[in-house]
């Protein structure tokens, strides 16, 4: 079973930066492709924001976070990353790491099989 362990999240203000780490165990996350979505509070409704494949090489933004976020990994550290900057109030959500156990390319950005356990992303005004 693989466990995905986030960190990083918290306030920040508009224009500001902020970064998540996730660290898998219990699999072989080189092969996984990798993913980070967010879910507004109270909407329950979670979006993707960004997806990477097992090496790295392709990389895949929503509208919203293409240009400002960086999705990354290091598969050497199990830890897969969002660098997001240029934050809006608008990117206030919960954050939450996945991966597609099944797949090392991408083929639907939804098809997640284990999450993490989420990080809440405040951007004031």
């Known amino acids: 079973q693989v466990l995905l362990e986030q960190s990083g999240g918290g306030v920040v203000q508009a224009g500001g930066s902020l970064n998540l780490s996730c660290v898998a165990s219990?699999?072989?996350?080189?092969?996984?492709?990798m993913g980070w979505f967010r879910e507004v509070p109270g909407t329950g409704r979670r979006q993707f924001v960004a997806?990477?494949?097992?090496?790295?090489?392709?990389?895949y933004y929503s509208n919203s976070a293409k240009g400002r976020f960086t999705i990354s990994r290091i598969n050497a550290k199990n830890t897969v990353y969002l660098q997001m900057s240029s934050l809006e109030p608008q990117d206030t959500a919960e954050y939450f790491c996945?991966?597609?156990?099944?797949?090392?390319?991408?083929?639907?950005?939804?098809?997640?099989?284990?999450w993490g356990k989420g990080a809440l992303v405040t951007v004031s005004s």
């Open positions: 996945a991966a597609d156990t099944d797949h090392d390319e991408v083929v639907d950005y939804y098809d997640m099989d284990a």
């Open positions: 219990g699999g072989a996350f080189s092969t996984y492709v």
């Open positions: 997806a990477i494949n097992w090496s790295g090489s392709h990389k």
